[in-house]
């Protein structure tokens, strides 16, 4: 079986204590690689290195900085191919989503950011000709980076591009369920010509690797992206310790359709932000309010178009829905559907895991779920199932859908289907969320402020603010 790798100080390196776990392939519920089981050790390795190298990255011009971030997109680009079907080989989902989705915007994180440092500008305020204040905007040291499962190249570049565009050096810590494409991008960094040291990839679990990243005095900068649980645990154990912290959790995303809503635009949304990556997005819409004068029709038409998604093998192009990531993560899906029936829920399409034929029997399949009948206030609609099942909820009034959209502790996002422009407006402002979509899902301006209000987040990445975040901001005032 082919053993993945820790990249350190330039180099694939075996765990210092030679121990490995196995990584499962979810299509096909079999394990088909090893991944280093790192303990603090290796942290502290790549700690140091990272540490060493900060000291000539963070002088180096930013055009040279710039210049060896596009080789690395490029370098990715070069091995897309391999890339798509890694992702999907470790993640479960189809080929084609990681082709559209996930393995593109890896090089597009990288090249946005690759730009932006040599277009970021800093303040100035100007005290009547007395004095001047200006804003240096400085790398702050070792950044640690922890990504998760659902979306994992594009998650680890997200961070570990501007971190390292701003002049800081990085430890990444990829989720331990999903550690390929980080390891084949480890190889693209020697291959691009990173300097040894700039990024250092530690694969193992969140308990004995991320751990000692987290509490590590030498890792000012913590950027986690990940469940709440974690969030939280994360931010008990780094606040005491003063470090700059940015968290994007968990959703429960409410996607609102009113009555004047164009119609078929909105079924279909529905549709994808339900389904789309087996509902392993944080950002899915997972409530589903539809108001009551098109309640039946609506539902009619979602269940219509959701009964002809096809689960299947991740490799066949016809794929519209793979397999979740894991065994656990099915059993806890399951078992969400199931409460769901015992809390009066009716279960109106799927349900059920799926299984396949052949050398997919065993893989981790689950059929487009569509609940109906639970009140808004339950276990179901308000914590977080991360799986392909969605609920939904008939509104009468906007001030209504506005209170049980709010209901829950988290506050990612939110989706509003209208042809009323006032409307529109109106309910966006009054939902609680870090992005609020009008028509549309999932459309991503990648220099727009991102993350999640409430227990959804701490903080904004995207654009400058994700250079903001990776830099630490001075003050100078100059007397004249
Ligand atoms: P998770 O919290 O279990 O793990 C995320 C990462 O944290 C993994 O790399 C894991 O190994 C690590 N980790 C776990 N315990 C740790 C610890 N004690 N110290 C340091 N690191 C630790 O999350 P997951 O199951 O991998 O991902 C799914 C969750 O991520 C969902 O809740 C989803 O909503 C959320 N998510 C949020 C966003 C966003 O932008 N807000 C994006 C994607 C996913």
Redesign the pocket.
Known sequence: MEKILNYINGELVEPKNGKYLDNFNPSTGKPYSLIPDSGKEDIDLAVEAAKEAFITWSKTPKQNRSDILMKLADTIEKHFDELVKAESKDNGKPETLAAHVDIPRAPANIRFFAGAILHNSSQMHEMDGAAINYTLRQPVGVAAC??????PLY?LTWKIAPAIAAGNTVVA??????PMTAYLFSKICIEAGLPKGVLNIVH????R???P???HPDTPIVS????????K??AS?TSPMFKKLS?????KNPNIVFSDADFDKAVSFASRAAFTNQG????CGSRLFIQEEIYERFRDALVAKASKLIVGDPSEASTNLGAV?SKE?MEKILNKIDLAKVLGGKIILGGDRKILDGNLKDGYYIQPTIIEGLPFDCEVNQE?I?GPVVSIIPFKTEEEVIEMANSTKYG?SASIFTENLSRGHRVAAAIESGVVWINTWLLRDLRIP???MKE??LGR?GGFKSLEFFTESKNVCVKI
Do not use: A, M, R, Y
Not at 173 to 178: A, G, Q
Not at 247 to 251: D, I, K, M, S, V
């Open positions: 922890i990504s998760p499962w659902n979306l998650l810590k990829p989720s331990e369920v999903t193992g679990l969140g308990s690797t991320g751990d990243l987290t509490t986690f992206t990940g469940g709440t649980v974690t969030g645990h994360i154990v968290l994007e959790l968990g959703g392993q997005i944080c950002l990531v993560h977080e991360f990612l991102f993350g999640g959804s987040g990445e």
